[in-house]
């Protein structure tokens, strides 16, 4: 499942997003107002978790913005306010959850939990790139309309790539969004991976571009 992470904090941004990877997700990171506010897919992600404190405005405009665009992806209000007041204005707003730090990761893993069982069926999460469709909901992955039998790494790669669809992504690039751990970040685990996603996607979706990465084709 993919979820956007939006904090201001760089120290507390990066632990969070590496628990969060550890617990099986995939994480983007928007670290003020305007980049959360304009982020191009929110409404495909499995749910966001909002500060409210961003350095260029309130989170809360963030989330009337999306909200009065329609945009419907669960929100947990992760924020330092405490008050019953901001509780009540930001569950006015629109949020699913509101969550006062600090907090123990466990019980935010267990409310986004919780928030995916109430979801679950009820949104299109689905991502889809030509005839492969992926939803990161159920962690199926259709090709032609036979589902492929994929490992957690393979589905995080390929995630990241129809994400990213017709965008060149580095090693770099994918060992920063796929790996936590020093020891594993390492440049022949990514083109191994890779090797293994063509051979179960085909060979021609992906591109390989000497000394610049990798690209999935849009076909």
């Keep these: 499942m993919r979820l956007l992470l939006v904090e201001d904090d760089p120290e507390l941004g990066r632990r969070l997003s590496e628990r969060l990877r550890n617990a099986g997700f995939a994480v983007d990171l928007a670290a003020n107002r305007a980049d ?56 006015n707003k629109g ?58 790494q393979e589905f995080r790669l390929l995630h990241l790539f129809m994400r990213r669809a017709g965008q060149v992504l580095s090693q770099s690039d994918i060992l920063e969004n796929l790996y936590d751990l020093e020891s594993e970040r390492e440049l022949n685990t990514v083109e191994v991976l890779v090797g293994r996603l063509r051979r179960k996607i085909g060979k021609k979706r992906i591109t390989t571009l000497r000394g610049l990465g990798y690209r999935l084709e849009a076909q």
Excluded at 40 to 49: E, F, W
Excluded at 62 to 70: D, E, I
Excluded at 99 to 123: D, H, I, M, S, Y
């Design 95 to 152: 949020a699913d959850d509101f969550v006062v730090k600090p907090v123990r990761f466990e019980e935010l893993l267990a409310r986004l939990n919780a928030l995916f069982r109430r979801q679950n069926g009820t949104r299109n999460t689905v991502a889809e790139v030509g005839s492969l469709a992926l939803d990161p909901l159920t962690s199926r992955v259709d090709l032609d309309g036979n589902t492929l039998a994929l490992s957690k």
């Design 36 to 91: 959360a506010e304009n982020w191009p897919d929110v409404d495909k992600m499995a749910a966001v978790i909002l500060d409210l404190g961003l350095p260029d405005g309130d989170g809360m405009k963030v989330l009337g913005s999306w909200r009065n665009r329609k945009v419907d992806t669960p929100v947990i209000i992760l924020t330092a306010r405490g008050a019953w007041e901001d509780k009540v204005a930001g569950l």
